[in-house]
């Protein structure tokens, strides 16, 4: 498992624009499921392609168990993004072999079982509903058994039957291996149900406004009492919160600095 140390101070996509990030400072501890929370553009997305480095560092760092990440992360790391981004002209079991092209046929087959999916090995993607395709996604990036483990608002068009089960499943397999997560997502009801913590972020350029801890015990339900009133309780004294907007808000954030 890793730890995450992230310190951007700032990032821009070109010369004389306005930065889409920074300053901002926090830690994700080992095994910790941490989401991102905060108005579009904000810098959420960018922030997860920086920890995958499928983006630049402009000024700051991210270390992984102190390791500094220089070009490919030093550890095992999967990506869910809002889309299954699965192949069409694979069936299931090839797709999940992408990733892991030396799985044995009851590798792939348990890992499907246990994300709802047991015979459906042989099928095309076209051949599954939106929900099972995300199924799909889900079954692949815990194949690899990631240290690290990214999802950038993945069951954002699901329906909420649907989104509902998968994260719960989510949840599942987060506890049984223990990754760190780091979670973006718009919705503070998923972001209570599936995290430890909550970072949320301001309006762009993304800066850490509030670093909040979910101390609900599990399994959490939206229409529980203590859910509600732990949502209102936030809301009530941290006005301007999900706009990412600082006004009201007493600062609380991982107090290491930038490293």
């Not at 797709?95 to 042989?122: C, H, Q, T, Y």
């Amino acid at each position: 498992m890793v730890n995450l140390k992230i310190a951007i101070e700032r990032k821009s996509y070109a010369k004389n624009m306005p930065d889409v990030l920074g300053p901002l400072a926090f830690n994700v501890s080992q095994g910790e499921f941490v989401s991102l929370v905060g108005p579009s553009g904000t810098g959420k997305s960018t922030l997860l392609n920086m920890i995958a480095g499928l983006e630049p560092i402009q000024d700051g760092s991210i270390r992984f168990n102190d390791q500094l990440l220089a070009g490919s992360p030093p550890c095992k790391l999967s990506y869910i993004f809002q889309q299954p981004r699965l192949m069409p002209w694979l069936i299931v079991a090839d797709n999940l072999r992408l990733v892991m092209p030396d799985s044995a046929p009851f590798e792939i087959e348990k890992m499907l079982d246990k994300v709802g999916l047991k015979g459906k090995s042989d099928c095309y993607p076209k051949q599954l509903s939106g929900g099972m395709q995300r199924r799909v996604s889900i079954a692949r990036a815990f194949l690899t058994r990631p240290d690290v483990l990214l999802l950038d608002e993945p069951f954002i068009s699901l329906d909420a039957p649907n989104a509902h089960r998968l994260r719960s499943l989510l949840v599942e397999l987060w506890l049984e291996h223990k990754t760190t997560v780091v979670f973006v997502t718009h919705d503070l009801n998923e972001a209570i149900q599936l995290s430890d913590r909550i970072i949320f972020l301001s309006s762009s350029p993304g800066t850490v406004l509030l670093d909040k801890e979910v101390d609900l015990p599990r399994p959490r339900a939206d229409e529980d009492i203590h859910f509600q009133n732990w949502k209102k309780h936030l809301l009530s004294q941290n006005p301007g919160l999900l706009e990412g907007q600082a006004d009201g808000i007493e600062y609380e954030s991982f107090s290491g600095g930038f490293i």
